[in-house]
């Protein structure tokens, strides 16, 4: 979810994968962990991060950064950083996610409690493995915790299906267009963490998704990238 858009990240100061890591580790979920900045490395790698990726897209990076009220995270994959984002509260009652979410208020009559997910960054490596849930499923637990409705974002629609494949509901509203050109269309997603439904869904959902993933990844690589090199070198043959 981002102002926040899985762009290219090239980053040649990233620890490189170790010659023992299997591809298939990058769908185990016991080998990532997720750790909340709190020191000056980690905040280096968080910020080189952003201005790679952000400043490449034309993003003003002012207004991209952490603000006082947000929380910021790595996701890791042993030594190496997997991916970057932020939690910040929505406190601005006029926002955009407030004119577009389906409600507006608690049962109560209260305005809904928003958290945000942005800076979303993953290091090419880790994309289109679990590394986009992983991050997702601790946002959402992270908000039900601290007592929010619902964790919302805006998200290109090029990577929209990422999210929504994951659990995440996206909203059927006119495009923005963050960077101002009308060929980046920018959609808001959002998921429910007021309900202890919602909540339970998004471990179950977890769960099945990295064994499916796992297992998607465990049969292309017996089978998938055989069949693959064969279909390749048919034409060379004739």
Request: net charge neutral; hydrophobic share 40%.
């Amino acid at each position: 979810m981002n102002r926040l858009p899985l762009a290219a990240v090239a980053v040649a100061d990233l620890p490189s994968a170790g010659a023992a890591d299997s591809s298939l580790d990058l769908y185990r979920p016991e080998r990532y962990r997720i750790r909340e900045i709190d020191g000056q490395l980690q905040r280096r790698t968080y910020e080189a991060l952003l201005e790679q990726t952000y400043g490449a897209l034309g993003f003003p990076l002012a207004g991209l950064r952490p603000t006082d009220d947000s929380r910021c995270f790595l996701l890791e994959f042993g030594a190496q950083t997997a991916a970057t984002f932020r939690l910040t509260p929505v406190d601005d009652g006029d926002h955009h996610f407030r004119r577009v979410l389906p409600r507006a208020t608690r049962a109560d009559g209260a305005p809904l409690r928003l958290l945000e997910v942005n800076n979303v960054i993953v290091v090419p490596r880790f994309r289109a493995t679990i590394a986009l849930g992983l991050l997702l499923r601790h946002s959402a637990l992270h908000a039900a915790a601290h007592g929010y409705d619902f964790i919302v974002g805006l998200t290109r629609y090029q990577v929209l299906r990422h999210f929504v494949e994951f659990g995440v509901v996206p909203v059927d509203h006119e495009p923005l267009h963050l960077l101002g050109r009308d060929d980046l269309l920018d959609f808001t997603i959002y998921y429910d963490t007021a309900s202890p439904a919602s909540c339970a869904y998004i471990e179950q959902r977890a769960q099945r998704y990295f064994h499916q993933q796992y297992v998607l990844r465990s049969i292309d690589e017996k089978y998938g990238r055989a069949q693959r090199r064969l279909q390749a070198a048919v034409p060379a043959a004739a």
